[in-house]
């Protein structure tokens, strides 16, 4: 059913449409004017059954009735027709036949026929047997919709906030992970890590002399530095584990599951590399005429009963000894106590 025509169906305001498939056309007759009484029925008729089936579907038929004898095919293989099409699956079928055979009974309500009448019925019981199955499939058809248009309610409503959380996880000026969701990060790779006995790696680091690039090149300048050296940044992570954060201001992280002290050195040392490839001029720089980075690395197996603070602590003064020697530089936390890697 098409979901122009959709809409037509309810129960408050339905219109029956009755398709016969008949190929005597006397049957047909006695069928319309059995139905001519009743303004909520439209009738529409088929002699041919290899029209049938698409007949069906472009008149939006709530019922079906269809004769078990005809010339070119046979009536129970149609109900079979009717039912495989997907089209037609789900129409009431009342099936018309001038025998009544427990047999051929059986054989049409095995293939999927709805109903059984004996042609031609009282034009009553004709009309109450088409308005039954017809609001039956009316109502389906209404619940269908409802539970269509409730899981595409559901799924818009998912991808929302998928969205959403995935927005409310990113820094709004670079585009990569902000503090939030480095916390959320490190937190689970800790407690994954304790449960694996594996070594997690930290780097912190700064671009140099920020504040002075800022005062030099304006705040907007500063936001476009910023962005860059994002973007160098991720060029260093190469594995889907490893997280990159924007973790504030200047300062940015990366968290390297599995990593120990020389794995997180070698992504540091790149890390330090690809700024430099950058080229991003820093006129009132200190320690180099464009951007450099400062970085600490750090890492452990961490131990029950500790928390992620111990690795930040560790990569944090290994990020300030490299301040204090001098800047634009790798330093390590070096031997960490218990659970070192």
Sequence with gaps: MSETNRSEFSL????????????????????????????????????????????????????????????????????????????????????????????????AFQLGANDYLIKLPDNIELIARISYHSKAYITQLD??????????????????????????????????????????????????????????????????????????????GGDDC???????????????ADFLARYGGEEFSAVLPETDLEGAVKVAEEMHQSIKFLQLKHAKSKVSDIVSISIGVASLIPQKDTEPEVLITAADQALYKAKDDGRNRVVTAGEIGPGKA
């Design 226 to 240: 910023l962005k860059k050296v994002a973007r160098g940044l991720e060029t260093a992570i190469h594995r889907d």
């Design 12 to 107: 408050d305001h339905y219109k029956i449409i009755v398709l016969l498939v008949d190929d005597q056309a006397m049957i047909a007759e006695a069928v319309r004017r059995a139905l001519s009484s009743e303004e909520d029925i439209e009738f529409h008729y088929c002699q041919d059954p290899t029209k049938a089936i698409k007949l069906a579907a472009e008149i939006n038929a709530t019922v079906i009735l269809q004769d078990l004898v005809m010339p070119e095919v046979d009536g129970l293989m149609m109900v079979r027709y009717f039912r495989v099409n997907k089209a037609t699956s789900k129409i009431p079928i009342i099936v018309l036949s001038t025998k009544e055979e427990a047999t051929i009974k059986r054989e």
């Design 143 to 220: 619940r269908d919709e409802a539970f269509r248009a409730l899981e595409e309610s559901r799924e818009q409503l998912a991808a929302a906030n998928r969205t959403l959380q995935k927005l409310s996880s990113l820094d709004g000026l670079t585009g990569i992970a902000n503090r939030r969701a480095f916390d959320e990060t490190l937190n689970k790779e800790w407690h994954r890590a304790i449960r694996s006995g594996k070594p997690i790696g930290l780097i912190m680091l700064d671009i140099d002399f920020f504040k002075l690039y800022n005062d030099h090149y304006g705040h907007q």
